[in-house]
């Protein structure tokens, strides 16, 4: 198995002078290709500050973040957003779907900068609702979706450019319990077709779904 991400004494602080709070504390983690990891803690542990910075959102104060041997930070910034593009799938608590686009055309969005073509980029969008059983909704606008399958479609988008990682935060947070746990299966699939998944989750039954839990306490690894 080989190695995907590596961070290296990754320090992250907010504020300045009497005011800065430091979040993160020389961080050392290696995420192998195929893992599904879960990273756990108490709220203001640092697991959502760590995941922004795996996913290039967050510049880290000191230290190194590798992804498939390429040292993210050390990226202009243009290209550190075409490397996040390619390499990397987001999934958040709240879906950001834009609420006036379909569920089909949520999906395609990330393509909508790249050189696919529309045929194509439609082409995969329909394939992955489907695969979402999303079959039907195409059309629908997230208003007309429920939070499952908002949140469907939101991984949905995050697979559409075939990233290497899916970083996701809380992604069963605003659902109902049922509904979270069908959405932690869809995980559970996507991780045993090869894909590699670091999820954010205060939720301890959520925690059976990974390869690997790492707990997070006041910026540290546990």
Do not use: C, K, W
């Given at each position: 198995m080989n190695t995907l991400v590596t961070t290296k004494k990754l320090r992250k602080s907010y504020g300045h002078g009497d005011n800065k709070v430091e979040?993160?504390?020389?961080?050392?983690?290696?995420?192998?290709?195929?893992?599904?990891?879960?990273?756990?803690?108490?709220s203001g542990s640092g697991k959502s500050t760590l995941l922004t910075l795996i996913g290039g959102l967050n510049r880290p104060d000191s230290g190194d973040l590798i992804i498939d041997g390429i040292d993210l930070y050390r990226l202009p910034g243009e290209?550190?957003?075409?490397?996040?593009?390619?390499?990397?799938?987001?999934?958040?608590?709240?879906?950001?779907?834009?609420?006036?686009?379909?569920?089909?055309?949520n999906v395609m969005l990330p393509l909508a900068v790249t050189a696919v073509p529309a045929r194509e980029q439609r082409r995969r969008a329909q394939e992955l609702l489907e695969q979402m059983g999303l079959?039907?909704?195409?059309?629908?606008?997230?208003?007309?979706?429920?939070?499952?399958?908002?949140?469907?479609?939101?991984?949905?988008?995050?697979?559409?450019?075939k990233p290497a990682l899916i970083l996701a935060d809380e992604p069963t947070g605003a659902l109902d319990s049922q509904t979270g746990e069908?959405?932690?299966d869809l995980f559970g699939q996507l991780n045993r077709s090869g894909m590699t998944i670091v999820m954010v989750t205060h939720n301890p039954d959520h925690l059976n779904h990974a390869s690997r839990i790492i707990h997070m306490k006041d910026g540290r690894l546990r």
């Open positions: 979040v993160l504390h020389d961080i050392d983690l290696t995420i192998q290709e195929g893992e599904f990891l879960a990273l756990a803690g108490p290209q550190r957003a075409d490397f996040r593009r390619e390499y990397i799938g987001f999934v958040f608590q709240q879906f950001h779907l834009m609420p006036y686009l379909t569920a089909l055309e079959s039907g909704r195409e059309r629908h606008l997230p208003g007309q979706l429920s939070g499952g399958e908002q949140e469907r479609v939101a991984i949905a988008r995050a697979l559409i450019n069908q959405i932690m």
